[in-house]
């Protein structure tokens, strides 16, 4: 039986590198792709097949894609994990902020979508879900509850949110379509905060939530679980109790 094949991007650091390790050690064909050289040489150093690109270029992204389907490359599982945390400043509002969180977060994956999807495979190895590769989707838990500063970040991921909803209306009879939404996550990201991340979790953990996850075809992947159920009890508050919240919590983080 052939090894099962997973593609993930972002992987050179964070969630993506815990994935691509943890899938390797698990038997997985790797693919990583990123964009810092020196790690994805570390990474082709231990058994895995390593790609240089950004995927917020749809250029570099169909570029990949022909070199993966001229290699007769076939995907069981992607997880399209790149992205990036740009914050706004409320005294100087700048719009390309939103413009480059909407290209980094949304964007990259619409075109990684696009470009892989003929190289999906439709004879997976999966007993419980014959037939199906997996698509997995980087959310955030952010997209509960509105944020101070991060107006273009949130906007990035609940359009991402939305549009695997709608693949799924169209997509789920060939493939399973996933969202993954994490909470805070220890990563090189994260460490920029200047605030209380509650409920931090390491990336090995976060990878380990999406890897057992996908394993038992789960749709929707979302941890902490302390956090999330408590984030959408907040989101299904009236608007102006959310509203409150968020505003002092906006005051917590600026004192």
């Known amino acids: 039986m052939s090894r099962q094949s997973v593609l993930i991007t972002g992987a050179t650091s964070g969630i993506g ?19 810092n050289l020196e790690k994805l040489q570390q990474l082709e150093s231990l058994g895995i097949q390593a790609f240089s690109c950004d995927v917020s270029s749809k250029a570099e992204v169909k570029q990949l894609c022909e070199t993966l ?3 007769n490359c076939s995907l069981d599982i992607c997880i399209l994990n790149a992205g990036g945390c740009l ?9 390309e902020i939103i413009v480059n969180s909407i290209q980094q977060n949304f964007f990259s994956a619409v075109y990684c979508f696009e470009a892989l999807l003929p190289l999906m495979s439709t004879n997976c190895t999966t007993a419980k879900n014959a037939g199906k590769a997996k698509v997995a989707f980087m959310g955030s838990l952010a997209t ?21 909803d709608a693949l799924r209306v169209d997509y789920s ?38 890897y057992q996850g996908l394993a038992a075809n789960k749709k929707h992947i979302h941890f902490p679980k302390r956090l999330s159920w408590t984030l959408k009890l907040l989101n299904r508050l009236p608007i102006g109790f959310r509203h409150a ?11």
Not at 17 to 35: D, M, N, P, S
């Open 144 to 164: 509960q509850l509105p944020f101070t500063k991060a107006q273009g970040y949130g906007a990035s991921k609940a359009a991402l949110a939305y549009f695997v």
């Open 173 to 210: 009879k060939n493939l399973s379509i996933v969202l993954i939404e994490p909470g805070f996550v220890k990563t090189p990201l994260t460490e920029k905060n200047e605030f209380d991340m509650p409920v931090l979790i390491e990336a090995n953990d976060a990878a380990l939530h999406i």
């Open 17 to 35: 590198r815990a994935l691509a390790e943890l899938y390797q050690q698990q038997g997985f064909k790797v693919i990583a792709v990123g964009r």
């Open 245 to 255: 919240i968020a505003m002092k919590m906006a005051q917590g983080n600026s004192s």
């Open 69 to 71: 389907h001229n290699q």
């Open 87 to 95: 914050y706004i400043n409320p005294q100087s509002f700048d719009s």
